[in-house]
């Protein structure tokens, strides 16, 4: 039984970060095949002046055995880089991979990893960030949600989210005074099944308030319903 092929993204930017180049290559020749325009740098160099990465469609991170020291590499990842961020590594535990996500990752693969999953992976997270050939605002007090810029800001000061999160804040936003529940919310995230156990949707709520918190006009807008989901609770 034949497969139809996937289609390429020629254009499409991703720069993979590592500590092993010889190790990494045959994953950067499986994206340049499939047309990504790929720089590989060392992970090292986030830490230091000379080089961070601003400007690309997606960030790989391909880390070994992780230890929590280095989850401070990702604020300061975060602090100069907002678009797709995914980390591959050798092994991690549940609360491990909390506390990544809590940190800006958008997507975490084990590895060894299947180049044909990683592609299909890599390919959900860019249909997701694409919104922008249909540009879309809406407004609530003060706050401006714009889904083609990708961009949220409360009286013109923008609200640092990462692309998870603004995926997450977009959908409940534009379906506001709704209950949606873990299903709903984790298949318009991360466009899958919801798997009945995992909380990254209210881990991502949970970033989501913090960041909207130092404004009181906007910390009460998404409540939790008990037993039911999330509700944000703004009208247009």
Request: proline share 5%; aromatic share 8%; hydrophobic share 40%.
């Amino acid at each position: 039984m034949s497969h139809p092929l996937p289609h390429k993204e020629p254009g499409r930017s991703i720069i993979v970060l590592t500590d092993n180049e010889q190790g990494a290559r045959p994953l950067v020749d499986a994206l340049v095949r499939e047309d990504f325009t790929v720089r590989l740098r060392e992970r090292r160099l986030v830490s230091s002046d000379g080089y961070t990465p601003k400007e690309a469609d997606l960030l790989i991170v391909d880390s070994g055995r992780f230890s929590l020291e280095e989850l401070s590499t990702f604020p300061r990842i975060r602090s100069v880089y907002t678009g797709l961020l995914m980390l591959l590594i050798d092994d991690i535990d549940e609360m491990l991979q909390v506390l990544l996500y809590e940190q800006g990752v958008d997507d975490l693969l084990v590895k060894p990893v299947n180049h044909l999953l990683m592609l299909a992976r890599i390919r959900a997270l860019l249909r997701r960030n694409d919104q922008r050939t249909a540009p879309a605002n809406l407004l609530f007090n003060g706050l401006e949600i714009n889904s083609g810029l990708r961009r949220a800001a409360y009286l013109g000061e923008e609200l640092p989210f990462t692309s998870r999160e603004f995926d997450l804040l977009w959908h409940l936003a534009k379906n506001a005074c709704t209950t949606l529940d873990r299903d709903q919310l984790y298949k318009a995230v991360f466009g899958i099944e919801y798997n009945g156990y995992d909380r990254s949707i209210d881990m991502y709520i949970a970033r989501i308030r913090s960041k909207m918190a130092p404004y009181p006009n906007l910390a009460p807008m998404i409540k939790t319903v008990r037993g039911s989901g999330y509700l944000f609770a703004a009208e247009h």
